[in-house]
């Protein structure tokens, strides 16, 4: 017996294109993810990890939207469409929403959180 290739998991590009062209919705997704890591290791510039996490959270996002707009998309299909979409969608969303609360100086001040620290923190 053998394991079903999940929904939308063949060729992004005909077969006798090179592999990078055939998975180039994974080498993006990877690739955006390289750079906020490298952004966020050489922490060269003023909110250089803020931005980092940010570009690693939009990598995520893009593999969500990827994933819904492209019938396939080679290895960057892992489950069913809907559970990855959901899964790069919240993950992405999430990494986002934490790097812009992320203390000192905030860049998005959110009340209810604050809120909650202070009611959990007492």
């Known amino acids: 017996m053998?394991?079903?290739?999940?929904?939308?998991?063949?060729?992004?590009?005909?077969?006798?294109?090179p592999?990078?062209?055939r998975q180039w919705p994974l080498l993006t997704v990877?690739?955006?993810?390289?750079?906020?890591?490298l952004i966020v290791g050489t922490d060269a510039f003023t909110?250089?990890?803020?931005?980092?996490i940010i570009l690693i959270g939009a990598a995520l996002l893009t593999g969500a939207v990827l994933r819904r707009v492209m019938p396939s998309v080679g290895m960057l299909a892992v489950r069913s469409r809907f559970?990855?979409?959901?899964?790069y969608g919240l993950l992405g969303t999430a990494i986002v929403l934490?790097?812009?609360?992320?203390?000192?100086?905030?860049?998005?001040d959110i009340p209810i959180i604050e809120e909650?620290?202070?009611f959990t923190v007492r």
């Not at 990877?30 to 890591?37: H, I, N």
């Not at 559970?83 to 899964?87: A, S």
């Open 98 to 108: 934490l790097a812009l609360v992320a203390q000192p100086k905030p860049w998005l």
């Open 19 to 21: 592999a990078p062209a």
């Open 83 to 87: 559970t990855d979409m959901v899964t």
């Open 47 to 52: 909110d250089a990890v803020r931005i980092g």
């Open 2 to 17: 053998d394991t079903a290739r999940p929904e939308g998991g063949g060729r992004a590009a005909p077969g006798d294109a």
């Open 116 to 118: 909650a620290v202070h």
């Open 30 to 37: 990877l690739g955006m993810t390289a750079a906020g890591l």
